[in-house]
């Protein structure tokens, strides 16, 4: 599967974004589902994760509460919605895959990657 992302742009903080991610080559059905992040001068980190069946989400504490991981299969899609964005969410933001992850095991690994869409926060 190939993953390409975009979305991303400038926003005040406590403002929204939708990040979305396009796949092609291969239905979703089969692939956990997840958004990392990277920061200037900072390992990428895992931000959420959706489970291959689409049973469960989890998500990094920085972002639990105030963002949201979905996808739509008919479209071959994932999202991330990002509510009450902090300016330390700045970041490069990736979309990944791993067949039949599930949501938990995204923030292990992942296998297929998109190429990032930046975020920026202005505070």
């Known amino acids: 599967v190939q993953l390409q992302a975009s979305g991303g742009g400038l926003v005040q903080a406590g403002g929204s974004l939708r990040l979305s991610c396009a796949a092609s080559?291969?239905?979703?059905?089969?692939?956990?589902m997840g958004w990392f992040r990277q920061a200037p001068e900072k390992e990428r980190e895992f931000v959420a994760g959706?489970?291959?069946?689409?049973?469960?989400?989890y998500y990094a504490d920085s972002v639990k509460g105030r963002f949201t991981i979905s996808r739509d299969l008919p479209k071959n899609r994932l999202y991330l919605q990002m509510d009450s964005l902090k300016p330390e969410d700045t970041a490069v933001y990736y979309c990944?895959?791993?067949?039949?992850?599930?949501?938990?095991?995204?923030?292990?690994?992942?296998?297929?990657w998109g190429q990032g869409t930046l975020v920026t926060v202005s505070s």
């Open positions: 990944a895959a791993r067949r039949f992850a599930s949501a938990q095991g995204m923030s292990v690994n992942a296998d297929r």
């Open positions: 959706i489970a291959w069946n689409g049973g469960n989400t």
């Open positions: 080559g291969r239905t979703l059905s089969d692939y956990g």
